[in-house]
């Protein structure tokens, strides 16, 4: 038997000649490079130029005694105009937050301000008020006032006739104790300046009667403070005891002593003991009281 044989037929691929391999490869780059032009440049539209992205929302938190329409209108007006080009002042990348914060602290009442932006076209501006100021002056350099921290700390040097000072809610604290400050020193721990705080606004109920400022401290001792009525009498207070006690016993004292007949020959009265009540006239005579109230509460004790 004879084998017939079959014709293989193999089947090559043309082959494109180098030239036009090269042309074709060319145009595919030419391409691809045509579409990150236009890609980047509607990019750079949308970042710059496109209503995308300006700040169409304002918002305004933290705020008590300042209006929040007054603050809202300002960051407008700041953010109104014309950067550059095409290029709004309103736009969401190019904000200038630290020219927007330097105008709003300009306001005396406001203390710190944090302006955030949410994407695309939202800013909200966080705002914190000044509560109370302290300020703590040095008796022995004229003119060495500073603001204190919530923490005992000086953070800057300030004048007490500032509009500072006399726009916000304050108290002054005079020093006897330190020959001179500086800037970030601790000078009373956060709870001792809570309790000149407290005391020089409790004492004016507990005795009925305006306490002026600035408060008188001396820390040579044991932390005394010196608090002056508006009828040129003083209350001595120890700031080493629990406030609750030098209340209590201020109470007791405007029970047991008739203050309206004393009042004009009275020199001081010293809370610096809590379990006995002393009080010295004009005329050089010292008295003392104990709390019964104490004593019946050691005897239940």
């Known amino acids: 038997m004879i084998a017939k044989k079959t014709d293989r037929i193999v089947r090559r691929r043309k082959k494109i000649p180098p030239k036009?391999?090269?042309?074709?490869?060319?145009?595919?780059?030419?391409?691809?490079?045509?579409?990150?032009?236009?890609?980047?440049?509607?990019?750079?539209?949308?970042?710059?130029?496109?209503?995308?992205?300006?700040?169409?929302?304002?918002?305004?938190?933290?705020?008590?005694?300042?209006?929040?329409?007054?603050?809202?209108?300002?960051?407008?007006?700041?953010?109104?105009?014309?950067?550059?080009a095409c290029v709004k002042n309103d736009n969401y990348f190019f904000i200038n937050k630290d020219q927007i914060i330097e105008k709003i602290l300009e306001d005396q009442r406001i203390k710190n301000v944090v302006i955030t932006r949410v994407f695309p076209n939202e800013i909200s501006v966080n705002i914190t008020e000044y509560d109370v100021v302290p300020i703590w002056c040095v008796s022995s350099v004229l003119g060495s006032c500073f603001e204190l921290n919530g923490e005992g700390h000086t953070v800057r040097k300030i004048d007490v006739n500032s509009q500072l000072v006399q726009n916000n809610k304050h108290f002054i604290v005079v020093d006897h104790g330190h020959e001179s400050v500086e800037n970030n020193q601790r000078v009373i721990s956060a709870e001792y300046l809570e309790k000149i705080q407290i005391l020089g606004e409790e004492l004016i109920y507990a005795f009925n009667v305006g306490i002026k400022q600035p408060y008188i401290i001396d820390f040579r001792g044991s932390g005394e403070v010196r608090f002056e009525s508006d009828e040129g009498w003083y209350v001595l207070v120890d700031l080493s005891h629990e406030l609750d006690e030098v209340l209590h016993v201020a109470q007791l004292f405007a029970k047991k002593v008739e203050l309206?007949?004393?009042?004009?020959?009275?020199?001081?009265?010293?809370?610096?003991f809590p379990e006995k009540m002393f009080y010295k006239m004009r005329d050089g005579v010292e008295e003392s009281l104990k709390s019964e109230e104490e004593k019946e509460e050691k005897k239940k004790k």
Do not use: H
């Open 260 to 272: 309206p007949s004393v009042r004009s020959d009275l020199e001081y009265v010293d809370l610096r």
């Open 20 to 84: 036009k391999l090269r042309k074709k490869i060319g145009w595919r780059r030419w391409f691809f490079i045509f579409s990150v032009v236009i890609f980047s440049v509607s990019l750079v539209y949308i970042f710059f130029c496109s209503e995308l992205v300006r700040i169409l929302t304002i918002k305004v938190n933290g705020v008590e005694r300042v209006q929040e329409d007054d603050i809202e209108l300002l960051v407008q007006d700041m953010l109104s105009g014309i950067k550059f």
